[in-house]
């Protein structure tokens, strides 16, 4: 199960911290993530961290967003800095195994096995 929290409301410039508790997972190799998705508009996936450490985040969002895991709690965290209005949807985790070698790239995440329910994220001018 996934849970997400953290979403909420702010002005252009401003951060948020999104959460993802993640329980009953017990993959030796994993990739775990978020994605985002606004009305009408295409799942993006956004940030991924694997099993190894290595993290990818798209590039509309390098600079800004970094991606953590607390491996004493099992959850892990996007950090948005610097939002834009562009940045508004709604954001969700997700986790799965993935056992490729490399960093798993964004582009797998919202394809992987375990999705959480999605928290909002709203940025206005």
């Known amino acids: 199960q996934l849970v997400e929290s953290g979403g909420g409301s702010v002005q252009s410039g401003g951060s948020l911290k999104l959460s993802c508790e993640a329980s009953?997972?017990?993959?030796?190799?994993?990739?775990m993530g978020w994605y985002r998705q606004s009305p009408g508009q295409e799942r993006e996936g956004v940030a991924a961290?694997?099993?190894?450490?290595?993290?990818s985040l798209t590039d509309s969002v390098k600079g800004r967003f970094q991606v953590s895991k607390d491996n004493a709690k099992d959850i892990f965290y996007l950090q948005m800095n610097s939002l834009k209005p562009e940045d508004t949807a709604m954001y969700y985790c997700?986790?799965?195994?993935?056992?490729?070698?490399?960093?798993?790239?964004?582009?797998?995440?919202?394809?992987?096995?375990?999705r959480g329910q999605g928290t909002l994220v709203t940025v206005s001018d």
């Open positions: 997700a986790v799965g195994l993935y056992v490729a070698p490399g960093a798993c790239p964004v582009a797998v995440v919202d394809n992987l096995n375990a």
């Open positions: 009953g997972y017990t993959y030796s190799r994993f990739c």
């Open positions: 961290l694997d099993s190894d450490g290595k993290h």
